[in-house]
Nanobody
């Protein structure tokens, strides 16, 4: 049974930091490209960051570049998103996604709220 379980969301003040985790099971995690997406109320889901299967290459949305860092630990079947200098506009539900050769899996999401 495939599972992607996000954790680490919560309420944080502007300028603060959070680290999201996504624990995977039920598939060969190390073979999959992993991504973080987010969806704010009333908006479409958008790509935040992507990391290749081996972790050697990453890409970021322009709005988070320099503030967020995606990483993975294939030994722990986990992908992370370190979020620094958070802004109110980062408020959204954050989802992790696994993809390989047309096969896609999604997590259930974790809420991140940036507010004073």
């Amino acid at each position: 049974q495939v599972q992607l379980v996000e954790s680490g969301g919560g309420l944080v003040q502007p300028g603060g930091s959070l680290r999201l985790s996504c624990a995977a099971s039920g598939f060969t995690f190390s073979s999959y490209v992993m991504s973080w997406y987010r969806q704010a109320p009333g908006k479409e889901r958008e790509l935040v960051a992507t990391i290749t299967s081996g972790g050697g290459s990453t890409n970021y949305a322009g709005s988070v570049k320099g503030r967020f860092t995606i990483s993975r630990d294939n030994a722990k079947n986990t992908v992370y998103l370190q979020m620094n200098s958070l802004k109110p506009e980062d408020t959204a539900v954050y989802y992790c996604k696994a993809a390989r050769l047309g096969r896609v899996y999604w997590g259930q999401g974790t809420q991140v709220t940036v507010s004073s």
